[in-house]
């Protein structure tokens, strides 16, 4: 395969559960070699479902998939080989170590790199000898992630892998994942942590009610969105006292008491128009906050507005 081809192609994809519920309505991406993908979003929003297409472990009812060139439903057996899967429960036997655990999955994954080496790229080197029912949580989904890049897959698949982590442990987890990207394998993965995408995904589409609601960079997505200034205006100060609002590039504000909120997406000249008038005007802006839309504000928008589009449609049907 040539290595500048698309790794999973995914094209108008469906599915429809029993009873007609369309939980996937239609959705396009694709990821490169060596990239990390994040699928976002809202409960139900159809990332399990998506997922579950791509590992093969259903039929799409609509669209067409392609995992390393092959349908991974109808082609298992050429794809399923080349892929690691971390999924949201693992559910091995808890009454054999983590050892065992390891030595009884590695006899199903042809080429496993050595025992000792997946449980060390975890932190586990140290437990081996554990009962998997003994380990704690985060333990357990490490456990997950160290039978997942057992066989040394091209593509791995991580269905919320960060799930019960502490800060720490979650922080080990990005490096790991970012170190068998830098390694060449191609990782897709589902998270319900904003921070999770935007620091470790090189591209990320945000999933709602089956659609795609927002796809590109963490920058691109957050870009798209408006940034804020928010401050408190002493007392005798209004509003309608700062400078024509339009004409800083303000394109909404709020007013809660003594506090203005303004959104613009020329963050430089709003902020630069701000405070030249406060020292002109010697007025002190207290609590006075200026930041970029984080992925947690785009995120938020993004299914607001969807929402809102949705309930336009009902009225309008
Ligand atoms: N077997 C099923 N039968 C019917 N509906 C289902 C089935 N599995 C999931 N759904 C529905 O499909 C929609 C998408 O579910 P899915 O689990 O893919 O979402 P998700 O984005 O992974 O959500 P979460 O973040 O909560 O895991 C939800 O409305 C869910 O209730």
Known sequence: MDTNEHVIEVTDL???????FEAVRGISFHVDRGEIFALLGTNGAGKTSTVELLEGLARPDGGRIRVLGHDPYSERA????????MLQEGGFPS?????ETARMWAGCVGGAR???EALALVGLAGRADVRVKQLSGGERRRLDLALAVLGEPEVLFLDEPTTGLDAEGRRDTWDL????????TTVLLTTHYLEEAENLADRLAILHEGRIAAAGTPAEVTGAQPSRITFELPDGYFVGDLPPLGELGVCGHEVDGRVIRLRTRELQRAATGLLVWAERAQVALRRLDVRSASLEEAFLGIARE???RDETEEVAA
């Open 14 to 20: 469906r599915r429809v559960y029993g009873g007609g």
């Open 78 to 85: 050429a794809v399923r080989p080349r892929t690691g899967v």
């Open 95 to 99: 009454e054999l170590t983590v050892a």
């Open 114 to 116: 050595p025992i000792k």
């Open 177 to 184: 994942v970012r170190a068998l990207r830098d390694a060449g």
């Open 306 to 308: 969807a929402s809102k």
